[in-house]
């Protein structure tokens, strides 16, 4: 960045930046001192944790690069295409990441697994040949879900939705006036990509792989349900056995020692591959990016096509396995439901609020604070808090509020990320007008700053609302006195025998996260109408 | 959020009114309470004649009462597994129980006097009668299934009867156990955190098989009036489970704790547990059990491991296990 951090970008956020970072930090690090003082001695890790580390770290890299892949053809065509109901196959196609991911891997599992829509279809094919010699024996050809390739498949199939959204977010904020010069400077595709979609893109995708690096670095049920056995250990799972298992702190304190080193590396390197895109400011009008005609065309139409079925397919098979049991659900799994539409409010105001108000400044080390909770176990930081809180008050009163905060720093690296681009761009295009016109503070912040972050504020609430719905949270460790949240009932059920039941409660988490998430989202693109 | 702190403003009113009862606390595990487990019975049941009020407080158990470092407000604490009493017992949280444990009606020799059982099962391979009509009859056959027959099992190192298996296992085979993980492995499916994915998994057919329990045939028997689902049961044993009851020293309540403990052993209490705990009840023939239940197929041998000895194999069957699974 070339501009200087002056002072030019002081809205009412960029004052609270320090105390919000120091805040969220805290909140980070004293549970996980908390757990080093009680552990007592030197952490220590057990013997399979070095492969746990590895298998953690090339999986969530390839889940990362295969979610940015897919991300580019995927957004680029819906950035630069119109149809008919394009602005609901965006909205729906948002859905996967908002899933609960147990309730994912079980849409996944309808579609994929041995059972599934897939091999329903393949077993329609002939039987296999070998050397052109039909082998009875064999069958027709099927794919098995359980493996490695289980596990990527079910980190793209959470996350590129993600990617594909901050793509887009990345090619509606290129002004349309530069996609119109390109086009009178008779620009080909290929100079547009280079000129255009490029630095664009060298701006966002290594942001967005961050996040998804990070999200499949924590990676846990879908690895190990998927994964097909032992090999497939994650770094969390093993901070799961040490926590709740063995109840050994000492290894619990060293694997989260490790995921915050990975997590750290990751952002400096993430850091320097970034660049600002810098296409200055636009007029704000309300165009069609331009798209090639073609060949091009149909490709486009291929890839949403292909990306629309891969995201809706297990997504419909959770809807058509919890439709038959919503009507007899009891009442006390709708009051759940109440207490985890409040629960999922609250932490996405929270969120968003300490998101908005760490992108606006320019301090570069309050970023590597907003991603802290990102790299840190949900467990460890409720077992962390368990701690400090226990000494004084009595905690299961206290279930609730602690899950809301657990849950708003868990979002805040989802937000930050989605929020900081923009506020960047914003920085850069109208900092310096803001600071001639001498517009600041409340008035800065309600004519420049909010109608412009708008989209991504109400796009970034949803998704923080979405996560904390689905969160089990700390209620692993200690239920509330106030009653369990929907996630911990659907978790019941299962364990109760009560499998039509815990999919129709799964049905109706997934309904309420995205009713939640197309509210606000609704609110931010309420803008830009 | 104003619901919140409107339940919260309630439950302050309601504390103040109850503060005359004396209050039990119960530590119980988290599916205990909910309205499918045990808990609502059980609460009722005690609250009828004990002049107090119950009040359990859910979590995961053993952890909880570690990070509470001693200062714990639970009286009792109900759901401890057999493979946690060990390491339950060396915190010195625990206080005897005095009850007489004639009553007792479980397989195996029980002579804790610590840690009261109420209710016990064996794990089992369970399949589908409708997609497997010649299951396996031993053990040893799990070492040679048929090719494409998949069974999807838990891990040792995050679920109770993931251990369970390592350890049965372990004590058939001995020295041999690597081996018959190896024979094992190609038609394992999957490896889930905990029993409920892997049942969820079994029962939307993705799996032949699903380690379980003898008792789970019980409830789509009963709760689902499905028949096809069954129990292998195996010539060389079952490994043996069972949850305890145990009375925290430090209590203040201790004439209601006790009294608890000596409702747990009778049948007023035993009889809840078959159909709301699916699993069997520690004290009572099985001539009393809930109709249905004593006709359920149950092994002729029952393997157990103590304490001691289960603590002695733990880990090197989970390492077995774990590098065998991993090749």
């Known amino acids: 960045m070339a501009q200087r951090p002056v002072a030019i970008a002081r809205g009412p956020g960029t004052r609270g930046a320090v105390p919000v970072a120091v805040l969220v930090a805290s909140l980070v690090l004293l549970p996980l001192a908390a757990v080093f003082l009680r552990a007592g001695g030197w952490p220590r890790l057990a013997p399979g944790d070095g492969q746990a580390v590895w298998f953690t770290l090339w999986q969530a890299a390839a889940s990362a690069a295969l979610s940015c892949l897919l991300a580019v053809p995927v957004a680029r065509a819906l950035a630069r295409r119109r149809f008919v109901g394009r602005g609901a196959v965006i909205v729906l196609m948002g859905a996967p990441f908002l899933l609960p991911v147990i309730v994912a891997v079980m849409g996944l599992i309808a579609v994929f697994g041995q059972q599934g829509v897939v091999n329903d279809l393949l077993s329609l094919l002939p039987v296999r040949s070998i050397d052109g010699v039909p082998q009875p024996q064999l069958g027709p050809p099927s794919v098995s879900i359980y493996g490695v390739q289980g596990v990527l498949l079910a980190h793209v199939f959470l996350n590129l939705p993600l990617v594909v959204r901050m793509l887009l977010a990345g090619w509606q904020a290129i002004p349309v006036e530069r996609f119109r010069l390109a086009q009178s400077l008779g620009m080909g595709p290929q100079a547009v990509i280079r000129h255009l979609e490029r630095p664009m893109l060298r701006a966002v995708l290594p942001g967005a792989a961050l996040v998804v690096f990070m999200v499949c670095l924590s990676s846990f049920a879908v690895a190990l349900t998927l994964g097909g056995g032992p090999g497939a250990t994650t770094i969390e799972l093993a901070i799961y056995q040490a926590v709740l298992f063995d109840v ?160 708003a720093s868990v979002a805040l690296p989802f937000v930050y990320r989605l929020i900081v681009p923009e506020a960047r761009t914003l920085h850069a295009n109208y900092g310096r007008l803001q600071a001639a016109l001498g517009i600041k503070g409340w008035s800065a912040f309600r004519l420049v700053t909010l109608p412009r972050l708008r989209r991504v504020l109400g796009f970034a609430a949803g998704v923080a609302a979405a996560l904390s719905m689905g969160d089990l949270g700390v209620n692993v460790l200690f239920a509330s006195d106030s009653g369990a949240t929907l996630p911990v009932v659907v978790s019941r059920l299962m364990g109760s025998y009560r499998t039509d039941l815990a999919a129709a409660a799964a049905l109706l988490l997934v309904g309420l996260s995205f009713a939640l998430f197309a509210l606000c989202d609704r609110w931010g693109r309420h803008a830009e109408v | 959020m104003k619901s919140t702190l409107l339940a919260a403003g309630l439950s302050c009113v309601a504390l103040s009114a109850a503060a005359q009862t004396p209050v039990l606390t119960v530590y119980a595990g988290d599916y205990f309470t909910s309205e499918w487990g045990p808990g609502p019975a059980i609460e009722t049941g005690f609250e009828a004649f004990c002049a107090c009020d119950l009040q359990f407080s859910t979590g995961n158990l053993l952890p909880r009462l570690l990070l509470e470092g001693g200062r714990t407000e639970a009286d009792v604490v109900i759901g401890l597994t057999t493979d946690v009493l060990a390491r339950a017992r060396a915190t010195g949280y625990f206080a005897p129980h005095g009850q007489d444990l004639g009553a007792l009606t479980l397989p195996v020799a029980w002579p804790d006097d610590t840690f009261l059982p109420f209710n016990w099962g064996h794990t089992a391979f369970v399949y589908d009668t409708t997609r497997m009509a010649e299951p396996p009859t031993s053990l040893e056959a799990m070492r040679t299934l048929p090719d494409g027959v998949t069974v999807v099992i838990q891990d040792p190192r995050t679920s109770i009867s993931g251990l369970a298996l390592v350890l049965w296992v372990k004590q058939v085979y001995g020295d041999q156990a690597p081996a018959f993980w190896a024979d094992l492995a190609p038609h394992i499916l999957t490896v889930t955190k905990d029993w409920s994915e892997s049942y969820g998994l079994f029962t939307s057919g993705e799996a ?5 329990y003898t008792t789970s045939p019980a409830y789509h028997l009963m709760a689902e009036n499905d028949a096809t689902k069954k129990a292998a049961l195996f010539p060389e044993g079952h490994y043996f489970m069972a949850e305890t009851v145990g009375k925290i020293a430090t209590t203040d309540q201790d004439e209601l704790a006790d009294a608890f403990m000596a409702w747990v052993l009778t049948p007023a209490f035993q009889q809840v547990i078959p159909a709301a705990n699916w699993s069997l009840p520690s004290a009572l023939p099985a001539a009393e059990w809930p109709a249905g239940w004593a006709d359920l197929p149950l092994p002729a041998k029952v393997l157990f491991l103590n304490e001691d000895e289960a603590e002695a194999l733990r880990v090197e069957a989970v390492e077995e296990w774990r590098s065998a699974l991993s090749q």
């Open chain 2, 208 to 212: 032949d098989m699903v380690l379980s």
């Open chain 1, 248 to 407: 050994d702190l000492a290894r619990a304190a060293a694997l989260s020692v490790v995921q915050v080193a990975l997590c750290v590396s990751a952002v400096a390197v993430a850091g320097r591959v970034s660049l600002p895109a810098g296409f200055g400011a636009g007029l704000d009008r309300r165009c069609v990016v331009p798209g090639p005609v073609g060949w091009r065309r149909a490709v486009d139409a291929g890839w949403i096509g292909v990306a629309a079925l891969f995201l809706l397919l297990p997504l419909g098979a959770v809807v058509l396995r919890g439709l038959p049991g919503l009507a007899d659900l009891p009442p006390s799994v709708w009051a759940a439901a109440g207490r985890s539409l409040a629960v999922a409010s609250v932490s996405a105001g929270l969120a968003v609020i300490a998101g908005l108000v760490l992108a606006l400044t320019p301090v570069r080390w309050v970023g590597l604070a907003a991603m802290l909770p990102l790299a840190t176990s949900g467990l460890v930081l409720g077992t962390g808090l368990f701690l400090l809180l226990h000494p004084v008050v009595r905690v299961q009163t206290l279930a609730l509020p602690v899950t809301v905060l657990v849950n």
